[in-house]
């Protein structure tokens, strides 16, 4: 029995990696310092694996920015428009590849950065692919080669991580009409052939292909493009080690597909669907081995051993020790580092939990448990282990009655606005007096250094309460007059006294713990820190009122009351486990509900309700949409409805295809959808357009994920796109997504750039 690990955390166990990027963003340390940091926190990881006892340690897994967009740098799928930044002098490969990630806006270019998505239903977001009928690829980096290398200079055979050939493809988007990415198959295969070869002369002996794509519904062409694929794999490498990997689902109708493929072993994740393992033992020919996806990869809670011992003697006795392999549901990238560096928490939750590295040591216990071994230590972390899982199902701290019972008693009506949508925007258009095309940001404004350092200083001590207080209304007031200044119409208050959008209202309610170093990467240098959701929630008292009621104070326009959502709040936040997620949900949105009432107490008119994570929950199968969009769709609306007709509810949702849940998104009835558009160029209105989206909505016609800074005329250009589909009286004019993290600069550029494309816009409109 061998024991295995899919991915590790790159961030580093105190965030090195970002910090390293932006230093090197911003000119502060050279590439060979990035370059650097990326080489330590590889050797890290590797170390704490292999003193842990992992037989098979996985490399390739590290990545500067995104793997996704790795494996298009590796097989030469650059876009056109990113050449001349490769044949600028002083840049290197991370140069072209931060680029294609970043956007370029200097040595006279001006590019625009590569869409960027949700990696299935997490909060990580990859660079999606660029595609072109009958596009040619090449190898054009060696970066899995400098990191196999680098494992065995560390005394590590290590496991090349790769993804697998056909998920690469279905994750990128075909860029013209006339072709099916699928046949690009062909193209590709050689430079797959390429770098097996180059390993294989390294001396890898086994390769992991990730093909998360098995365990969603896929096509006939798909499911035959795999066998071709695999069986030329096999053909030209009868001897390497094969290890394709899924997750995130069970296999369900592809079981036969996967168990076909001329690979060595097949990983299933047992977490997310651990009644397929009957199936998978089943069905699986005796030449293939099973990788058992037992420690949870996306989640924070400690294995239940007993639970996993089962499934792996069940394996076990049909497939025999030597064809079982145990390993995390999936890569350990969503899960934090290291829980030993959490001094602060609850020692009765903190009992509950494990991160990266102790994940990696429950996979070892697993196995050494299911050998029989006669390791005290180990057996005394058994008997701990058991301890742990029974004292969380038993705690006090986690069950409120008040709470359950308020959750069971919510009726169809409290999820009902009072009027219809067009009943209530006369209602809004009366109270509200706003121009066509009015403009607005989506909420935050830069949180620079200095807004950080008071609130580092604030938790120190080194200020007081009345001191912090004060600096926050300074830089308040200063942004709502800039606003003014500006025109935009409906104001922020940029959010100064928040440092993440669900940790700030997670630490206001019942029910949640919160982490000192429990990062966790969504794309690039941005890493979050999820709150723990570990039992009933409530809110306490009002979290929001007293700052937008200030911010309101200020000004004589409308200032937005700024709320996350309960689906988001779910989304983003490690959940208890031990009851269904859509109950949580539940007793979240009736939280939120309560502040929403206290904000149109307060005189807040205009209020949103951010969901950018309601087309992450979707689950992978189209089978289980329903049951989820059902819940969801009644969470947001129960958030919602506790307000008067001329109250107008916004709602934020970003990176996400909408196509196939418009009418989800109808049913959640928010007065004004804001969505990301612009690295889309308007694409995601269409879906709005051919549904005939009845509701007011703002496309986002600036990109905040880039540093870029757009013109007023390529702001216009956008805006004509969104009129050609979405009629002039429904749009609104905004940013992509909140501004926080970007520069005063760039946003003050882009914001008079978007003010003004607006007005000129309406002008136009008008004539």
């Known amino acids: 029995?061998?024991?295995?690990?899919?991915?590790?955390?790159?961030?580093?166990?105190?965030?090195?990696?970002?910090?390293?990027?932006?230093?090197?963003?911003?000119?502060?340390?050279?590439?060979?310092?990035?370059?650097?940091?990326?080489?330590?926190?590889?050797?890290?990881?590797?170390?704490?694996?292999?003193?842990?006892?992992?037989?098979?340690?996985?490399?390739?897994?590290?990545?500067?920015?995104?793997?996704?967009?790795?494996?298009?740098?590796?097989?030469?799928?650059?876009?056109a428009r990113y050449h001349e930044v490769a044949l600028k002098r002083n840049n290197s490969e991370l140069d072209l590849y931060f680029a294609m990630a970043r956007g370029y806006q200097k040595d006279g270019l001006d590019i625009t950065a590569m869409e960027m998505t949700k990696w299935f239903d997490t909060n990580y977001h990859y660079i999606v692919p660029e595609f072109y009928k009958n596009q040619q690829f090449k190898l054009t980096s060696s970066k899995i080669f400098n990191e196999f290398a680098g494992a065995k200079q560390a005394g590590i055979n290590a496991k090349p991580v790769i993804i697998g050939l056909v998920s690469y493809l279905l994750l990128g988007k075909e860029k013209e009409e006339g072709f099916d990415k699928l046949d690009l198959a062909q193209n590709i295969?050689?430079?797959?052939?390429?770098?097996?070869?180059?390993?294989?002369?390294?001396?890898?002996?086994?390769?992991?292909?990730?093909?998360?794509?098995?365990?969603?519904?896929?096509?006939?062409?798909?499911?035959?493009?795999?066998?071709?694929?695999?069986?030329?794999?096999?053909?030209?490498?009868?001897?390497?080690?094969?290890?394709?990997?899924?997750?995130?689902?069970?296999?369900?109708?592809?079981?036969?597909?996967?168990?076909?493929?001329?690979?060595?072993?097949l990983h299933i994740d047992l977490v997310r669907n651990p009644e397929q393992l009957e199936e998978v033992i089943n069905s699986i020919p005796e030449n293939l081995s099973l990788s058992l996806g037992l420690v949870d990869g996306r989640n924070i809670w400690k294995n239940d051993f007993e639970k996993s011992l089962a499934f792996i003697n069940k394996a076990v006795e049909k497939l025999?020790?030597?064809?079982?392999?145990?390993?995390?549901?999936?890569?350990?990238?969503?899960?934090?580092?290291?829980?030993?560096?959490?001094?602060?928490?609850?020692?009765?939750?903190?009992?509950?939990?494990?991160?990266?590295?102790?994940?990696v040591k429950e996979v070892v216990n697993l196995k050494e448990l299911a050998s029989g071994t006669e390791n005290q230590d180990i057996i005394n972390d058994f008997e701990e282990n058991k301890k742990a899982v029974s004292s969380r199902k038993t705690s006090s701290l986690i069950h409120n009655n008040i709470v359950k019972q308020r959750a069971e008693a919510v009726t169809e009506e409290d999820s009902q606005r009072k009027n219809s949508f067009q009943i209530r925007r006369e209602e809004q258009q009366k109270a509200l007096q706003l121009p066509l095309f009015p403009t607005t940001t989506i909420g935050s404004f830069p949180q620079t250094a200095e807004v950080r350092s008071w609130r580092a200083k604030f938790k120190k001590g080194e200020l007081t309460a009345a001191q912090?207080?004060?600096?926050?209304?300074?830089?308040?007031?200063?942004?709502?007059?800039?606003?003014?200044?500006?025109?935009?119409?409906?104001?922020?208050?940029?959010?100064?006294?928040?440092?993440?959008?669900?940790?700030?209202?997670?630490?206001?309610?019942?029910?949640f713990v919160f982490t000192k170093n429990g990062w966790v990467q969504s794309y690039?240098?941005?890493?979050?820190?999820?709150?723990?959701?570990?039992?009933?929630?409530?809110?306490?008292?009002?979290?929001?009122?007293?700052?937008?009621?200030?911010?309101?104070?200020?000004?004589?326009?409308?200032?937005?009351?700024?709320?996350?959502?309960?689906v988001t709040i779910l989304q983003w936040s490690f959940v208890r486990d031990d009851q269904p997620r859509s109950e949580t949900c539940k007793q979240i949105a009736l939280a939120i509900r309560d502040e929403v009432v206290d904000l149109e107490k307060a005189g807040i008119r205009i209020i949103q309700i951010d969901e950018p994570a309601i087309r992450e929950g979707l689950p992978l199968r189209k089978a289980e949409w329903q049951n989820y969009l059902k819940w969801a769709v009644e969470a947001f609306r129960i958030s919602a409805s506790g307000v008067d007709d001329a109250t107008q509810i916004h709602t934020h949702m970003c990176y996400s295809e909408f196509n196939d849940i418009i009418k989800n998104i109808a049913d959640m009835d928010a007065d004004v959808?804001?969505?990301?558009?612009?690295?889309?160029?308007?694409?995601?209105?269409?879906?709005?357009?051919?549904?005939?989206?009845?509701?007011?909505?703002?496309?986002?016609?600036?990109?905040?994920?880039?540093?870029?800074?757009?013109?007023?005329?390529?702001?216009?250009?956008?805006?004509?796109?969104?009129?050609?589909?979405?009629?002039?009286?429904?749009?609104?004019?905004?940013?992509?997504?909140?501004?926080k993290t970007r520069h005063w600069e760039e946003t003050e550029k882009a914001l008079i750039a978007m003010v003004a494309a607006a007005k000129e816009a309406a002008v136009e409109y008008s004539i």
């Not at 994920?705 to 969104?722: D, G």
């Open 320 to 359: 025999g020790s030597e064809r079982v392999l145990i390993a995390p549901s999936c890569s350990l990238l969503h899960s934090p580092c290291d829980l030993d560096f959490e001094t602060n928490l609850n020692p009765e939750i903190k009992n509950w939990l494990a991160f990266a590295k102790q994940k």
């Open 189 to 265: 295969l050689p430079v797959y052939v390429e770098i097996l070869s180059k390993l294989q002369e390294q001396g890898a002996e086994w390769i992991q292909f990730d093909e998360p794509f098995l365990s969603l519904d896929i096509t006939e062409k798909a499911k035959e493009t795999y066998i071709t694929v695999y069986s030329e794999l096999r053909k030209q490498f009868p001897t390497l080690k094969f290890i394709v990997a899924t997750y995130f689902d069970g296999l369900k109708d592809n079981l036969s597909l996967a168990a076909s493929l001329p690979v060595n072993v």
């Open 673 to 739: 959808i804001t969505i990301e558009c612009s690295r889309s160029q308007m694409e995601l209105l269409n879906a709005f357009a051919d549904f005939k989206y009845p509701n007011e909505i703002g496309p986002g016609v600036y990109d905040i994920h880039s540093p870029r800074v757009p013109s007023k005329e390529e702001m216009i250009e956008l805006l004509k796109k969104a009129q050609d589909v979405i009629p002039a009286h429904q749009l609104w004019v905004n940013p992509d997504c909140g501004l």
């Open 524 to 566: 690039g240098s941005r890493c979050v820190k999820p709150p723990v959701i570990f039992g009933d929630v409530s809110r306490p008292a009002p979290m929001t009122v007293y700052w937008s009621q200030y911010a309101q104070s200020q000004t004589n326009q409308w200032v937005k009351g700024m709320l996350t959502g309960p």
């Open 468 to 511: 912090y207080d004060t600096l926050l209304k300074e830089e308040t007031q200063r942004t709502i007059r800039w606003q003014e200044e500006i025109g935009i119409d409906v104001l922020v208050h940029g959010e100064f006294e928040r440092n993440d959008m669900v940790e700030y209202f997670g630490e206001q309610l019942e029910g």
């Open 1 to 79: 029995m061998q024991t295995h690990i899919l991915g590790y955390p790159r961030i580093g166990s105190k965030r090195e990696l970002k910090k390293a990027c932006e230093q090197y963003w911003s000119g502060k340390i050279v590439l060979e310092e990035l370059l650097t940091v990326g080489r330590n926190i590889c050797n890290q990881n590797w170390n704490i694996q292999k003193e842990a006892g992992i037989d098979l340690i996985p490399c390739n897994d590290f990545s500067y920015y995104d793997q996704v967009l790795d494996m298009s740098l590796i097989v030469g799928a650059i876009p």
